[in-house]
């Protein structure tokens, strides 16, 4: 089985005390490798070995600490068909998917914030008022300087591991921070990949370390270790809410990018093909197991039938199957445990009074290739019927399971598309341009696609409201949060 290693001050290393978890591959349910089982000694090894590094990177000209992270860039296109392949073993994700999208995007990651910090700029303001006695003039000019924070802390989730760990790790670098990055131990193969990367591209030693383990184990250490001032942290509602916890008594800069129950809206004057190819595509993409997905499609009444039979029609014809395969579109989801709580919430869904209209139950075992047959597979899922304040339409399942709900007007789509305690982003569907300006600004999310979804441009904030998050990431906002801004006054 292949051997996972910590990353800590530019060596792959086991945890120091030797003791490893067996990592899954989530489309056969066997384990096909291990990874160190950390805690808080290999932590504190990172943690220092990042503080040694910090002085040294921290004063390297952003030119050459843009040239480095645009040779990880490099090195990441050129390990393409590697890297797509683990990620796809590791998350059970059509292969397709990590090869278009997840791997090509961690690579622009790093180019976007390893040219960003070269064209940074300082803002001053001159000042001009009066001496206490209230008529001699006095003029001062203010500026600021940003600098980077020191050790920032890391943690990434298991849904996009690549994809979302370079999101974090490519800003703090850039500023000039160090850093001990945590990604998910139940996908942690791209991860051990891009520390081989680092090492090839000559990222000085304890510039990133990597270590991998449990969240009790390795990040747990690592939220609450007092030389590591600035948290990102991407994952679970309830886990940010306790990582809050632990973090705010010591006051360290927070990043939270938490769950979403996000809300798709389609008014009867949509282009409706593009709104069902894309609805389809925004419900179902990696299996529902992405923040951004819908999991809440309204529609507008008058075409509400027409839109869920052909929405249904569609979704019975995904291909679910081998990652490896070309032409599968359904891969597994990403666990077992992951899998146990999707069946469960359609099972609550159904006890609810949930019409399952397709889908609604694991995927038979004869219904998959001999490879897959132990695999966490789930049926790609439409619900309809529910009260918009049931559990079912109220808590994130993060799956392959959607639910539809007419609405009448466009106040009661509001009404609906802002009925949970989540924020973080909804989708729009209208050809009317004065309602799309009026609806966007009325809804409580982070962002809002109009006719579209998953189009990013990575100068915009990216982040969400309420439970869905504190902060933004992306653009400026990464580069603010990773830096502390300090006034320069000087009196003329």
């Known amino acids: 089985m292949?051997?996972?290693?910590?990353?800590?001050?530019?060596?792959?290393?086991?945890?120091?005390?030797g003791r490893v978890l067996d990592n899954v591959e989530p489309?056969?349910?066997?384990?096909?490798?291990?990874?160190?089982?950390?805690?808080?000694?290999?932590v504190n090894a990172a943690v220092a070995s990042a503080q040694r590094a910090f002085p040294a990177w921290s004063n390297t000209p952003p030119a050459e600490r843009s040239r480095i992270l645009l040779r990880i860039a490099d090195l990441i296109d050129a390990n393409l068909d590697a890297l797509a392949l683990a990620e796809s073993t590791d998350t059970g994700k059509p292969l397709s998917l990590a090869r278009e999208v997840d791997i090509p995007r961690s690579a622009s990651n790093?180019?976007?914030?390893a040219t960003a910090i070269l064209h940074t700029e300082s803002a001053m303001h001159e000042t001009r008022d009066l001496e206490p006695d209230g008529t001699t003039p006095r003029r001062a000019i203010n500026y600021t300087l940003r600098s980077p924070r020191g050790v920032a802390g890391l943690i990434s989730p298991w849904n996009l591991p690549l994809y979302l760990l370079s999101w974090k790790i490519a800003p703090a670098l850039s500023t000039?921070?160090?850093?001990?990055?945590?990604?998910?131990?139940?996908?942690?193969?791209?991860?051990?990949?891009?520390?081989?990367?680092?090492?090839?591209?000559?990222?000085?030693?304890?510039?990133?370390?990597?270590?991998?383990?449990?969240?009790?184990?390795?990040?747990?250490?690592?939220?609450?270790?007092?030389?590591?001032?600035?948290?990102?942290?991407t994952g679970g509602t309830s886990t940010g809410a306790t990582l809050s916890a632990a973090a705010a008594p010591m006051f360290k800069r927070l990043s939270l990018e938490l769950?979403?129950?996000?809300?798709?809206?389609?008014?009867?004057?949509?282009?409706?093909?593009?709104?069902?190819?894309?609805?389809?595509?925004?419900?179902?993409?990696?299996?529902?197991?992405?923040?951004?997905?819908?999991?809440?499609?309204?529609?507008?009444?008058?075409?509400?039938?027409?839109?869920?039979?052909?929405?249904?029609?569609?979704?019975k014809a995904l291909r679910i199957g081998d990652p490896f395969e070309p032409a599968t579109q359904q891969g597994s989801l990403n666990s077992?445990?992951?899998?146990?709580?999707?069946?469960?919430?359609?099972?609550?869904?159904?006890?609810?009074?949930?019409?399952?209209?397709?889908?609604?139950?694991?995927?038979?075992?004869?219904?998959l290739p001999p490879r897959c047959k132990e695999g966490f597979f789930y049926e790609p899922t439409i619900l309809a019927g529910l009260d918009p304040a049931c559990t079912t339409e109220q808590e994130e399942i993060f799956g392959p399971v959607v639910s539809v709900t007419p609405f009448d007007d466009e106040a009661h789509a509001i009404r609906l598309a802002n009925g949970t305690r989540y924020g973080l982003a909804t989708t729009l569907w209208t050809t009317n341009l004065s309602r799309a300006h009026?609806?966007?600004?009325?809804?409580?999310?982070?962002?809002?696609?109009?006719?579209?979804?998953?189009?990013?441009?990575?100068?915009?904030?990216?982040?969400?409201?309420?439970?869905?998050?504190?902060?933004?990431?992306?653009?400026?906002?990464?580069?603010r949060f990773f830096t502390e801004p300090k006034n320069v006054c000087i009196r003329v």
């Open 2 to 17: 292949r051997q996972i290693l910590n990353y800590i001050d530019g060596r792959l290393i086991p945890a120091a005390k």
């Open 259 to 315: 769950g979403g129950k996000n809300p798709t809206i389609i008014f009867d004057d949509a282009d409706i093909e593009q709104a069902l190819a894309t609805t389809l595509n925004s419900s179902f993409r990696n299996q529902g197991q992405i923040c951004l997905c819908a999991s809440r499609v309204l529609v507008h009444r008058p075409i509400y039938a027409k839109f869920l039979e052909r929405l249904t029609a569609a979704t």
């Open 438 to 479: 009026r609806v966007a600004q009325q809804l409580e999310a982070g962002i809002v696609w109009i006719n579209c979804w998953m189009l990013r441009d990575l100068r915009t904030p990216f982040g969400g409201v309420k439970h869905s998050g504190v902060g933004r990431e992306g653009g400026q906002e990464a580069l």
């Open 110 to 113: 790093f180019r976007f914030f």
């Open 27 to 42: 489309a056969t349910g066997l384990a096909f490798s291990t990874l160190p089982n950390s805690d808080a000694d290999d």
């Open 176 to 233: 000039g921070n160090t850093a001990v990055a945590k990604p998910s131990e139940i996908t942690p193969l791209t991860a051990f990949m891009l520390s081989e990367l680092c090492i090839k591209a000559g990222l000085p030693a304890g510039v990133l370390n990597i270590i991998h383990g449990t969240g009790p184990g390795a990040g747990q250490p690592l939220v609450t270790h007092p030389h590591v001032p600035a948290i990102s942290f």
């Open 336 to 367: 077992a445990a992951h899998l146990t709580k999707v069946a469960a919430a359609v099972d609550t869904a159904r006890s609810l009074g949930a019409q399952v209209l397709c889908g609604g139950r694991k995927v038979p075992k004869d219904h």
